[in-house]
């Protein structure tokens, strides 16, 4: 459908005129365009007080680990050091842990002008939370907001989740963003952010996740559940978005693609640009720039409102409109309506897209009224239909997984927006709803706990959603069947199970019951098969609904008759304990007997990380917990590990062995990695025997110190080499070449 709107859409000549400079370089030597410099103190005590570096030792390292608050405070500290600035270019930076920032004030992590201080590693949040980002100043000098200020250089940050944020932008800066505010060629993908992040003092590129975007920077796989607030009402004008504030400057492969919005937007002024996904993308045609590509994304919120509705659009207002297959909604929010003087043909509704066309001598834009913004996706009234998924789905972007959320569709890794399992609960209820709560002496219980159920809890709360069908079972199963008098009994009915099954075996229990009586089947496969169906049916034929308890146990009630099980038994599929590891792997039957016996639950969200370099922490850890965990007399003093890490009995109980010294100055270097020398030499001292061969590799010396390790490895079947009569000592060790070891090490035990 075409929209054509008569008036002016964004007056925004002074937007025009304050956009800050685009890109900058490593080594600009440009005065910046905001020259005050950051102020390293604040009222309020801030987190650079508590700034630990003292895990950058080696800065020749590629990788580094943070673990605590004080940590990440202390890479803020780095990267904003006015003398010597790191930008840890080349280098990845991991987060270990969910880490919480109350108490202080955030400083964040690049915190210099245009051409100054910027983060340009990669910061990898291995989809930890960082908790309560507080970010409050109030003076006048130029400052950044949220987690990171500037990232650039091909900056890069992934699979990091900012939770419950309190940012307020009172200051004179440009920009304001809860991720980052500014992202200059760099990459940001699978990350979230909740919270909120408030303007209250002039122009500001405003957004959920990003304050603004330049040069070819890529989005993809982001969400945001952020309230974004402008209450400015002055002169100057906002660029405010509920994902990104702004973009300009960019490149043909600038683009924001599988993102989703969920929280809402407000603005007070009315020559204000506002957008669930970006809230303005300006280009110069002069400067022949291409436009962000926006694809794939989801406005999943009617919750976006301004002084001026019709500068507000659902995806973005764009020079050069480059929107495809998005989504959002087909309603305006509840009592929001549009002038239709203004705006005959919106139908009520914001626009989806508005396709700028800018005077630039004037300082004035307009919606193009030819522009058809049905070919930019669809609206829709409902974010949780099936096709609004599958439509998301089927055009996602590589590695990007759409699946069904509480509110809308989110990512496979965005637990918080994954739903409960409601089966149990709902078969439950069903089963408590088939009863006449006439024939028991007392059926409160099982109404408290139908008034119990709580629905719209997501999969991080599957235990509670648990508990209550439990509970309803429970208060089923106590229920006390009422005398009917004069001494009679209600009659049985009898359960009949299969004869004979092939490949398994089915018992009932009780073998006959009254209408009404709970009935638990159990089916046990054979060794290598498994269940394929299990029904049953009443006299009539008709199928009973079953409730599966686990363990091959399922229960039904019992109707007014006989009723009949049937079952059949199929070859059992392997599958897979974590979806990075196929079948077909090498280290397939090592890793899925290391996850059996509780010796690695792999790196978290259904990954093992077969091909991650191996670091001395685990590496130990899996030899403890392989030994079956016992409980060290005393801890070590090594200074690098801590009381409360998830290693520190391994290390105690290693060292009680003789496994380990540490590598020296009373350290234990927990995130060196580990070579393939190391890993045959722990194994060895852990439960190894001296052979009398030698193992014929050219590169294994009879003197080196894991000369008899790698003789009783090759020996005991533990490894082969690498080939061409090669052992490669120094090479790393992968968590799978790892966890084979340890596994043909105890087959041969």
Same mark, same amino acid.
């Given at each position: 459908? #075409? #929209?054509?709107?008569?008036?002016?859409?964004?007056?925004? !000549?002074?937007?025009?005129?304050?956009?800050?400079?685009?890109?900058?370089?490593?080594?600009?030597?440009?005065?910046?365009?905001?020259?005050?410099?950051?102020?390293?103190?604040?009222?309020?005590?801030?987190?650079?007080?508590?700034?630990?570096?003292?895990?950058?030792?080696?800065?020749?390292?590629?990788?580094?680990?943070?673990? =605590?608050?004080?940590?990440?405070?202390?890479?803020?500290?780095?990267?904003?050091?006015?003398?010597?600035?790191?930008?840890?270019?080349?280098?990845?930076?991991?987060?270990?842990?969910?880490?919480?920032?109350?108490?202080?004030?955030?400083?964040?992590?690049?915190?210099?002008?245009?051409?100054?201080?910027?983060?340009?590693?990669?910061?990898?949040?291995?989809?930890?939370?960082?908790?309560?980002?507080?970010?409050?100043?109030?003076?006048?000098?130029?400052?950044?907001?949220?987690?990171?200020?500037?990232?650039?250089?091909?900056?890069?940050?992934?699979?990091?989740?900012?939770?419950?944020?309190?940012?307020?932008?009172?200051?004179?800066?440009?920009?304001?963003?809860?991720?980052?505010?500014?992202?200059?060629?760099?990459?940001?993908?699978?990350?979230?952010?909740?919270?909120?992040?408030?303007?209250?003092?002039?122009?500001?590129?405003?957004?959920?996740?990003?304050?603004?975007?330049?040069?070819?920077?890529?989005?993809?796989?982001?969400?945001?559940?952020?309230?974004?607030?402008?209450?400015?009402?002055?002169?100057?004008?906002?660029?405010?978005?509920?994902?990104?504030?702004?973009?300009?400057?960019?490149?043909?492969?600038?683009?924001?693609?599988?993102?989703?919005?969920?929280?809402?937007?407000?603005?007070?002024?009315?020559?204000?640009?506002?957008?669930?996904?970006?809230? !303005?993308?300006?280009?110069?045609?002069?400067?022949?720039?291409?436009?962000?590509?926006?694809?794939?994304?989801?406005?999943?919120?009617?919750?976006?409102?301004?002084?001026?509705?019709?500068?507000?659009?659902?995806?973005?207002?764009?020079? #050069?409109?480059?929107?495809?297959?998005?989504?959002?909604?087909?309603?305006?929010?509840?009592?929001?309506?549009?002038?239709?003087?203004?705006?005959?043909? @919106?139908?009520?509704?914001?626009?989806?897209?508005?396709?700028?066309?800018?005077?630039?001598?004037?300082?004035?834009?307009?919606?193009?009224?030819?522009?058809?913004?049905?070919?930019?996706? =669809?609206?829709?009234?409902?974010?949780?239909? !099936?096709?609004?998924?599958?439509?998301?789905?089927?055009?996602?972007?590589?590695?990007?997984?759409?699946?069904?959320?509480?509110?809308?569709?989110?990512?496979?890794?965005?637990?918080?927006?994954?739903?409960?399992?409601?089966? !149990?609960?709902?078969?439950?209820?069903?089963?408590? @709803?088939?009863?006449?709560?006439?024939?028991?002496?007392?059926?409160?219980?099982?109404?408290?706990?139908?008034?119990?159920?709580?629905?719209?809890?997501?999969?991080?709360?599957?235990?509670?959603?648990?508990?209550?069908?439990?509970?309803?079972?429970?208060?089923?199963?106590?229920?006390?069947?009422?005398?009917?008098?004069?001494?009679?009994?209600?009659?049985?009915?009898?359960?009949?199970?299969?004869?004979? =099954?092939?490949?398994?075996?089915?018992?009932?229990?009780?073998?006959?019951?009254?209408?009404?009586?709970?009935?638990?089947?159990?089916?046990?496969?054979?060794?290598?098969?498994?269940?394929?169906?299990?029904?049953?049916?009443?006299? @009539?034929?008709?199928?009973?609904?079953?409730?599966?308890?686990?363990?091959?146990?399922?229960?039904?009630?019992?109707?007014?008759?006989?009723?009949?099980?049937?079952?059949?038994?199929?070859?059992?599929?392997?599958?897979?304990?974590?979806?990075?590891?196929?079948?077909?792997?090498?280290?397939?039957?090592?890793?899925?007997?290391?996850?059996?016996?509780?010796?690695?639950?792999?790196?978290?969200?259904?990954?093992?990380?077969?091909?991650?370099?191996?670091?001395?922490?685990?590496?130990?850890?899996?030899?403890?917990?392989?030994?079956?965990?016992?409980?060290?007399?005393?801890?070590?003093?090594?200074?690098?590990?801590?009381?409360?890490?998830?290693?520190?009995?391994?290390?105690?109980?290693?060292?009680?062995?003789?496994? =380990?010294?540490?590598?020296?100055?009373?350290?234990?270097?927990?995130?060196?990695?580990?070579?393939?020398?190391?890993?045959?030499?722990?194994?060895?001292?852990?439960?190894g025997k001296l052979v009398d061969s030698k193992a014929e590799f050219s590169d294994v010396l009879t003197d080196s110190y894991y000369a008899n390790a790698v003789a009783w490895a090759v020996e005991n079947g533990v490894t082969n080499g690498i080939g061409d009569g090669l052992f490669g000592p120094d090479n790393s060790c992968t968590r799978a070449q790892i966890v084979t070891f340890l596994y043909r090490a105890y087959q041969g035990k």
């Open positions: 459908m #075409k #929209k054509r709107i008569g008036s002016l859409l964004l007056i925004l !000549a002074m937007c025009f005129a304050m956009l800050p400079t685009a890109a900058f370089a490593a080594e600009n030597t440009q005065e910046p365009t905001e020259p005050q410099e950051p102020q390293e103190t604040q009222d309020a005590e801030t987190w650079g007080d508590k700034a630990d570096t003292s895990w950058y030792v080696h800065e020749t390292e590629s990788e580094y680990h943070i673990t =605590t608050a004080e940590q990440l405070a202390g890479l803020a500290k780095l990267v904003n050091g006015k003398t010597a600035s790191v930008s840890f270019k080349g280098k990845t930076i991991y987060l270990d842990n969910d880490l919480n920032l109350s108490g202080y004030q955030w400083t964040p992590i690049g915190n210099g002008g245009n051409f100054g201080r910027y983060f340009a590693g990669t910061f990898d949040g291995q989809y930890h939370k960082i908790m309560n980002l507080n970010h409050h100043y109030t003076g006048h000098e130029v400052v950044r907001n949220g987690l990171f200020g500037v990232v650039s250089d091909g900056g890069t940050l992934k699979d990091l989740l900012v939770t419950d944020a309190d940012v307020a932008s009172n200051d004179d800066s440009l920009l304001a963003g809860i991720l980052a505010d500014w992202v200059d060629g760099g990459t940001v993908e699978n990350c979230y952010t909740s919270g909120k992040i408030e303007n209250n003092n002039g122009y500001k590129l405003l957004g959920g996740l990003i304050g603004q975007c330049t040069g070819g920077t890529q989005v993809k796989g982001c969400g945001t559940d952020a309230t974004v607030i402008s209450t400015f009402d002055g002169d100057d004008c906002d660029t405010v978005g509920g994902l990104i504030g702004q973009w300009e400057n960019s490149t043909d492969s600038s683009s924001i693609t599988d993102c989703w919005f969920g929280g809402s937007v407000s603005c007070n002024n009315i020559d204000s640009a506002v957008g669930g996904i970006l809230g !303005a993308n300006f280009e110069h045609f002069s400067d022949n720039r291409p436009g962000v590509i926006i694809k794939n994304c989801i406005v999943a919120t009617k919750n976006i409102t301004g002084a001026e509705p019709g500068n507000i659009t659902w995806i973005t207002a764009a020079v #050069k409109a480059h929107v495809t297959d998005c989504i959002w909604p087909d309603t305006p929010p509840d009592g929001v309506t549009l002038d239709e003087e203004k705006y005959p043909d @919106n139908k009520g509704n914001y626009l989806a897209v508005a396709k700028l066309v800018v005077d630039w001598d004037a300082g004035t834009a307009s919606a193009d009224p030819t522009f058809d913004q049905s070919s930019c996706g =669809t609206a829709v009234p409902n974010f949780t239909s !099936a096709d609004v998924l599958a439509g998301l789905q089927t055009n996602a972007g590589a590695g990007i997984e759409w699946v069904a959320g509480i509110d809308h569709p989110t990512f496979s890794w965005d637990k918080w927006h994954i739903s409960a399992d409601y089966t !149990a609960v709902d078969a439950a209820i069903e089963k408590a @709803n088939a009863l006449n709560e006439n024939n028991y002496r007392d059926f409160s219980a099982v109404k408290a706990a139908l008034d119990a159920v709580v629905r719209g809890k997501n999969i991080t709360e599957q235990s509670e959603v648990d508990a209550m069908a439990k509970a309803i079972e429970d208060a089923i199963n106590a229920l006390d069947w009422k005398s009917s008098g004069g001494g009679s009994s209600s009659p049985s009915y009898s359960v009949t199970t299969p004869g004979k =099954t092939e490949n398994g075996t089915v018992t009932v229990s009780p073998r006959s019951a009254e209408k009404g009586d709970t009935v638990t089947i159990t089916a046990k496969p054979d060794s290598g098969y498994q269940l394929d169906d299990l029904t049953v049916t009443d006299k @009539n034929g008709n199928e009973l609904k079953l409730t599966d308890k686990g363990n091959g146990k399922y229960t039904f009630t019992m109707p007014a008759s006989k009723v009949e099980i049937k079952a059949t038994f199929v070859k059992k599929v392997e599958t897979s304990p974590f979806s990075d590891v196929s079948t077909n792997a090498y280290y397939y039957e090592a890793v899925k007997w290391a996850q059996e016996k509780g010796i690695t639950g792999g790196i978290g969200n259904g990954l093992f990380g077969p091909n991650q370099p191996c670091t001395r922490a685990p590496n130990v850890t899996f030899l403890w917990r392989a030994a079956g965990s016992p409980e060290p007399k005393s801890m070590s003093s090594f200074s690098d590990v801590s009381a409360d890490s998830y290693y520190a009995k391994a290390v105690a109980w290693a060292v009680e062995n003789g496994i =380990t010294t540490g590598t020296g100055d009373g350290k234990f270097s927990p995130d060196a990695t580990c070579t393939r020398e190391q890993s045959v030499t722990f194994l060895f001292r852990a439960i």
